[in-house]
């Protein structure tokens, strides 16, 4: 299992799924066991910014791999460093702080009171420099080569030192520290080379104007992130403890498992419990995406973020919430940033050589036109300084992050829990999906309809000893046995068992040896297994009896409704559909013509499925490869797989571990709608990459020209920005076609059906 795992990370697919269970302020990084606290980066910075950061804690000894969440403004850090931790950041963004979060804080925390005195502070520096900036429009012109101009220089550097002092504070020490190529830089120098040519209204419109951008955008990116995190706002503020005959209102937090809490109608499950007393309906919309309320009782399970629509409910709980399912999900998609997608690795790097290169541009126009072609120094200088205006990166790095963490949280609000941004970029590219059978593309609800006993043997007989003997297994096959045999089995009439895998059983029951499971397990033992021709579909489960063959069982299973819409859907798109079972070939047979699945491989055990599954990777062709399974019993398989994809993942521990997408219902439909978002994200974040890089093309063959001035770079570049921000917000309200859109009325696709894109 170890090698498997090493050969999936080898091709980039990073499991560590220890970090994925953990609760949300500590994980174990899997490469060198550090324990690691998660921190609240506060204060305001932009991304590429949080880009350098990273690069400069990923370096530095004792830190290892680090990487800044900038839409959720969190990291991880060893608490060990820190100190050392907030110096580096604070020497790239002076005024940022490390703070580490509570276990009681979550998502959907607003920004803290600090956040909002800096912000009016900021407002009030800009408004003071804009009231001396129109002074020095309107009596500059009289003040200029007179005995009064010190006080148009007075007037214009007071503006400009308000609101361009933190930059040019920021350029210096980076300057120091060797880090040039940075906005910080590139608006000093610019606005410094304007103030050298006498451009005085330009450099402090410039710099007022980009510290008004920057404002914008950082509350901009503010909303964003504060709309995503309500998608994911689910976590239960209290619980109604109980007491004896007294109700306590408590933190989740605070109760205890095998104590017994109250849900009142309209309250959010608060805990993981069993039911113990009354009947209500449940939304388990926030979990599942499912907008249909399910029907719960005595005796059934009900998970935190549920929402009780009718009765009162008394609940013992199952697990603490740091174990709950809704914990589980919060963290998952508030840690799926750490996982970037080739497009956010490949603009991170992008970035660093693109600034850079429009620098040297910018050197080039200012020197080789005065030197070389007798043009005008200081036209040329301004020239140069418009186009260092609009070679900002940020409105690059800001939209890849943004764009993912949306489409996470906005999978999320369907059911559909991704790990990270690059298995989300990953379902963009599907080529093959291999589905489990049972549980998956069938509904796993097994009813006996045939019992077929040899000569010597009755239907009870068979009936009986095959309940016995599958009295320990958890499979739907079995269950099904005990089902139909209705009567208590007590487990002292075994007196041996074992269960081989993937075979069947042998058992010991009152001195008789039995053998029930695939006619390879009667075989094996030397028995003879006689031809069998029946024409229902369906599993046989064979039975020997101290040596002598004595029947079969005939269990059958229902396809799902929604399976031949998905696997109609994927064939249609060009995907091969693939069905791998341990059924055997007649029943399997059936259910792929039914379903019409490209290929189908049955009898096969958990070691066939990987090997059928290397077989297909293999394969030459770009694209990826998929496997749906239950989570249970495939977790080498989906382990394995380029996208491992769990179904009915709601409350399974071992689904939730194994795989990297995880379906909360139990419907392959869902598989369609995590394509289709994933699609839709990608799509937005392309537009985001593309409108940036052509607006700021634009603007430097503009500059160069003489065509653009300084304003309207510094409105291009933050406008750019702000607008990439806002675009990324869609991927949040999207929603999956045909599904009932907020304010009433069916949403509509804005490419038809997305899967004909993948073909």
């Not at 504070?169 to 906005?183: L, P, Q, S, T, Y």
């Not at 999900?329 to 508030?334: A, C, G």
């Not at 795989?659 to 839709?680: C, F, N, R, S, T």
Request: some cysteine; hydrophobic content about 45%; proline content about 3%.
């Amino acid at each position: 299992m170890t090698e498997k795992i090493a050969s999936k990370c080898s091709q980039g697919h990073n499991h560590d799924h220890e970090n994925d269970l953990n609760t949300a302020h500590k994980y174990t990084q899997g490469h060198n066991n550090q324990e690691r606290l998660k921190y609240r980066i506060e204060g305001e910075f932009c991304p590429n910014c949080a880009a350098k950061m990273e690069r400069i804690l990923s370096s530095t000894k004792g830190f290892g791999e680090t990487t800044i969440n900038y839409a959720a403004k969190t990291v991880f850090l060893p608490p060990m460093l820190m100190d050392q931790a907030q110096e580096i950041m604070q020497g790239i963004e002076p005024g940022v702080k490390l703070a580490a979060i509570q276990e009681k804080r979550t998502l959907a925390d607003t920004k803290n009171d600090n956040e909002d005195h800096l912000d009016r502070k900021q407002l009030l520096t800009i408004l003071v420099a804009a009231a001396l900036l129109v002074i020095g429009l309107v009596f500059g012109s009289h003040w200029h080569n007179s005995n009064l101009e010190v006080l148009e220089y007075a007037i214009y550097l007071s503006a400009y030192l308000l609101v361009g002092f933190e930059v040019l504070e920021k350029a210096v020490r980076n300057i120091i520290r060797g880090a040039i190529f940075d906005e910080n830089f590139l608006m000093a120098l610019a606005t410094v080379g304007a103030i050298a040519i006498h451009q005085l209204s330009e450099a402090v419109g410039v710099m007022l104007f980009y510290s008004v951008g920057e404002l914008i955008e950082n509350r901009a990116a503010d909303r964003s992130r504060r709309s995503i995190k309500a998608l994911v706002n689910i976590r239960p503020d209290y619980a109604n403890l109980l007491n004896q005959l007294d109700v306590t209102k408590v933190d989740p937090e605070d109760v205890l498992v095998g104590q017994q809490i109250l849900v009142r109608p309209g309250e959010k499950v608060p805990l993981d419990g069993e039911i113990l007393h009354g009947s209500s309906f449940v939304d388990t919309s926030a979990l599942t995406g499912e907008s249909v309320p399910r029907k719960v009782k005595v005796g059934d399970t009900v998970l935190a973020g549920m929402i009780n629509n009718s009765g009162v409910l008394t609940v013992k709980v199952m697990r603490e919430f740091a174990d709950s399912s809704v914990q589980k999900i919060l963290d998952l998609v508030e840690n799926a940033s750490s996982r970037k997608a080739n497009t956010e690795k490949f603009i991170t790097t992008f970035a660093r050589y693109y600034t850079p290169g429009v620098v040297a541009i910018a050197l080039g126009i200012a020197l080789i036109p005065p030197l070389f072609m007798g043009g005008v120094f200081s036209e040329w200088l301004y020239r140069a300084m418009t186009i260092l205006v609009i070679s900002c990166p940020c409105a690059l790095v800001i939209s890849v992050p943004l764009g993912y963490f949306g489409g996470i949280g906005g999978a999320s609000r369907q059911g559909i829990l991704v790990k990270g941004a690059n298995y989300l970029e990953a379902l963009t590219n599907v080529r093959t999906v291999l589905f489990d059978k049972t549980g998956t593309l069938t509904e796993g609800v097994f009813q006996v309809v045939k019992i077929a006993p040899a000569q010597g043997f009755t239907e009870n007989t068979l009936l009986e000893l095959a309940a016995k003997a599958e009295i320990h297994s958890n499979h739907p096959i079995a269950k099904s046995i005990r089902e139909k045999f209705g009567k208590i089995v007590k487990t002292d009439e075994l007196d041996q068992y074992q269960e081989i895998s993937g075979q069947g059983i042998q058992a010991t029951i009152k001195g008789q040896y039995v053998l029930a499971g695939k006619e390879e397990l009667i075989k094996q033992a030397g028995i003879e297994v006689p031809s069998i021709n029946h024409k229902e579909v369906g599993t046989l489960v064979h039975l020997a009896i101290d040596g002598a063959y004595a029947g079969y069982i005939l269990i059958a299973d229902r396809v799902k409704v929604e399976s031949r819409e998905t696997i109609a859907r994927l064939n249609t798109a060009g995907i091969k559909t693939v069905m791998l079972t341990g059924d055997q070939e007649k029943a399997a047979q059936a259910i792929a013509d039914d379903l019409q699945i490209s290929e189908h491989h049955s009898n096969l055990l958990p070691e066939h499925k990987v090997a059928w599954l290397e077989s297909y990777l293999k394969q030459s062709g770009k694209g990826n490869v998929v496997f749906v399974g239950d989570g249970i019993n495939d977790a080498p398989v989906l382990t394995r797989a380029d996208i491992g994809v769990a179904m009915g993942g709601l409350g399974s521990d071992a689904a939730i571990e194994a795989a990297d997408v995880v379906l909360m219902e139990d419907q392959p439909g869902k598989l369609i709608d995590a394509i289709e978002i994933a699609q839709y994200t990608k799509k937005i974040i392309w537009q985001n990459i593309a409108f940036a890089l052509m607006i700021k093309l634009g603007f430097i063959i503009l500059g160069m020209f003489g065509e653009a001035n300084m304003w309207e770079a510094v409105f291009a570049d933050v406008g750019v920005a702000v607008l990439a921000i806002l675009n990324a917000t869609r991927i949040i309200r999207y929603s999956i076609p045909g599904q009932m859109a907020e304010g009433g009325g069916y949403s509509t696709s804005l490419r038809g059906n997305p899967l004909n894109d993948m073909s």
